[in-house]
């Protein structure tokens, strides 16, 4: 068995694998540093839960998820949270897009970019990490755990809002209330084992959607969408980059080093 720290989101966290690839997959995440803050196994259990749904996936990377699982359920005890969304940066602060997969949140982040330019970076493109602080201020940080794009920059941004995404034939975007906006999160975040793990997450939760501004986006992908979404969220007039960022150039900018 393989034994690895690495850090997520300001924390040391030691995995225990059965495959090499973990340590690949984790690579840009590695730390000497020898002191964790709790340890990480893909247990056998969850990976026959995986191997159901998804029979066709090979052993490593299913413990690839088992693992990610396995994180997401200790981060209540550490004041953080795994959502899943892809989660932007725009002049430093953070932005997440939430909906269902396939729904278009990587395309839309993608036309922030390709619109906006150099002002927006990549926090990460599928499963960053919330953390809460004592403060109030709840930043948000990448993992290696990033979507089939593999978006994610080793960035963290202190949180301006969220954004839930609805395909629709017109572009419309409205304020979401914290009574709506509790189904709509719980979808998207990950519900830990432990029955005090999941009540420390609802508070931590709770927390999220009355810090935060929340907004619905239903949309197609066009430039209009992008301005009713920025708008909204940075409060700014929108104005477009004097040059277009292509989606070459999007892909190489926001994926680490393999």
């Known amino acids: 068995m393989d034994v690895f720290n690495m850090e997520l989101a300001g924390l040391t966290i030691e995995v225990k694998s059965r495959f090499e690839y973990l340590r690949w997959f984790c690579r840009n995440y590695l730390t000497d540093n020898p002191v964790a803050d709790f340890s990480v196994y893909a247990e056998d259990k969850r990976l026959e839960e995986l191997r159901e749904y998804s029979p066709e996936m090979r052993d490593e990377f299913l413990e690839r998820d088992a693992v990610y699982s396995a994180i997401a359920s200790k981060l209540p005890y550490h004041d953080r949270v ?77 949180m301006a809002g969220i954004c839930f995404i609805r395909q629709g034939e017109k572009n419309a975007i409205r304020t979401v209330d914290p009574e709506e906006a509790i189904s709509l999160m719980l979808r998207q975040m ?36 992008v301005k009713l979404s920025f708008e909204a969220l940075t409060g700014e007039k929108y104005k477009r980059a004097e040059k277009e960022t292509t989606y070459e150039e999007i892909y190489k900018l926001w994926r680490l080093p393999r």
Not at 116 to 141: M, Q, S
Not at 191 to 218: C, K, N, R, V
């Open 82 to 158: 795994a959502l899943h969304g892809a989660c932007i940066s725009y002049k430093g602060k953070g932005y997440l897009f939430t909906a269902a997969s396939g729904t278009g949140k990587s395309t839309h982040i993608g036309l922030w970019k390709r619109y906006l330019g150099e002002d927006v970076g990549i926090v990460n493109g599928d499963k960053p990490i919330f953390h809460i602080k004592p403060d109030g201020t709840i930043r948000a940080y990448d993992t290696p755990w990033c979507g089939k794009e593999g978006w994610n920059r080793k960035l963290s941004a202190d």
């Open 190 to 225: 990950f519900h830990p084992y432990e029955p005090e793990a999941t009540g420390l997450m609802l508070g931590l939760f709770d927390q999220i959607i009355t810090e935060l501004p929340l907004y619905m986006l239903e949309c197609d992908i066009s430039e209009e969408a």
